[in-house]
């Protein structure tokens, strides 16, 4: 069954917004090399008062401390999700978009991004991500939906289809969200949630489907049902399912988004490796955990995560203190180090609070950047987990709401 496309408003905090201004024609010539030149592809969004409307362009960048110019810009969906592999940007249309339901693949180089596959996209599926199996394949998860399309990377032609209608709880949609390979298997995070696009108050676990990725199916469902964490992964951010040194896989898991104050739980659940279940052992809420720097605060929510290695990682958490009445513009989502280990989570200063818009995360070299709408400053800001060192890389006065370095 397929679920309503309205989100509540804490939901449109928590998740991309997907509506949409008027959008233009992204593919008026598939030769044309668009959204200007650079290795670092960011997406702007630029909110209209409300927070809850406004325009998301898909441009490059030539270096840091290049200005951010939308002369060139594609014009997207607004606040639209993409994925990257190699040189491929596959980027999503919004879920209320109106004159586009494609997904595009861009072949991009230095130069600019060139139209080389499209997609079409049947209303109401919500695909925020596309998860690359090898050359030749490559599943999409359908959030609204609750299906898997198998699709060839290159080209988008469909495959086949994976479904888990008979893995979701009261409907028949899972919420299939985020991935991860693990050998020859698939580990498919579904986030399971209600008509209101949160999880069901009588259905707080953390859910997934292995799928064997050389049959394309699913060998079955697992759950951690003990420490009441619900949502695993958020469905366009790729990072809140990671593997550590060792190939235990971690998953984030959001809650509530911090907007039921009476059910605050978040944090991480473990499937360690050479197992293909849970330990509960291992689980983590954090919502009880005082991040150090802070004025005794705890994490609500957490919004994103980026391992770092030797069980660390960088991270968005959201804070109830600094919850406001407009969930779309509210800034209170704080950067931090988490480490698993140890148990402990740090703030990160000099990253200012930011809002729901702006919280990727990536790798890049031997520094971790981070995207930020601040009161005083916006854009993008370096943090090198050696030094603790801070550093604003490129100025933005709109909200980044991803970005990604070649």
């Not at 990072?239 to 509530?256: K, L, R, V």
Request: glycine fraction near 8%; proline fraction near 5%.
């Amino acid at each position: 069954m397929k679920k309503t496309l309205f989100y509540s408003a804490a939901m449109l905090c928590g998740m991309a917004l997907m509506f949409t201004s008027c959008e233009k024609d992204e593919n008026n010539d598939p030769e044309e090399l668009r959204g200007g030149k650079g290795h670092i592809l960011l997406e702007p969004t630029v909110k209209n008062d409300d927070g809850a409307s406004g325009s998301s362009y898909l441009m490059q960048i030539e270096g840091f401390g290049s200005p951010v110019k939308l002369d060139n810009a594609i014009q997207i969906g607004f606040s639209a999700t993409f994925s990257v592999y190699g040189n491929d940007v596959y980027m999503f249309p919004g879920e209320m978009a109106k004159s586009s339901q494609l997904l595009t693949r861009y072949e991009r180089s230095e130069n600019g991004l060139k139209v080389a596959a499209t997609y079409h996209i049947l209303p109401g599926s919500s695909p925020y991500t596309l998860l690359k199996i090898n050359d030749s394949k490559a599943y999409i998860p359908l959030y609204g939906q609750g299906n898997v399309q198998i699709v060839d990377p290159k080209t988008l032609n469909v495959k086949g289809e994976i479904d888990l209608s008979k893995y979701a709880f009261s409907d028949q949609c899972a919420d299939p969200a985020m991935g991860i390979i693990r050998g020859d298997s698939m580990y498919l995070t579904l986030d399971q949630i209600g008509p209101t696009w949160m999880p069901f108050e009588n259905y707080r676990q953390a859910d997934v489907v292995i799928i064997d990725i050389k049959a394309d199916t699913v060998v079955k469902l697992i759950s951690e049902t003990e420490s009441g964490l619900c949502f695993p992964t958020r469905p366009f951010l790729p990072d809140m399912i990671f593997m550590n040194e060792a190939q235990d896989i971690y998953i984030a898991c959001t809650g509530y988004f911090g907007y039921d104050p009476s059910y605050l739980k978040n944090g991480f659940v473990c499937i360690p490796a050479g197992q293909a279940e849970f330990d509960p052992s291992r689980s983590w809420d954090i919502s009880n955990t005082v991040i150090e720097g802070t004025d005794n605060w705890k994490p609500a929510t957490v919004y994103n995560t980026c391992y770092m290695g030797n069980g660390k990682l960088v991270a968005y958490v959201g804070l109830l203190e600094l919850n406001g009445d407009n969930p779309y513009t509210t800034r209170n989502t704080m950067a931090v180090v988490i480490d698993l280990n140890n148990k402990t989570i740090s703030k990160i200063d000099g990253i200012p609070y930011t809002d729901g818009h702006s919280c990727s995360i990536v790798k890049y070299q031997d520094k971790f950047y981070l995207t930020a709408y601040g009161v005083d400053k916006s854009g993008v800001f370096s943090f090198d987990p050696v030094t603790g060192a801070v550093e604003h890389v490129i100025n933005c006065n709109s909200d980044l709401s991803y970005l990604y370095i070649f």
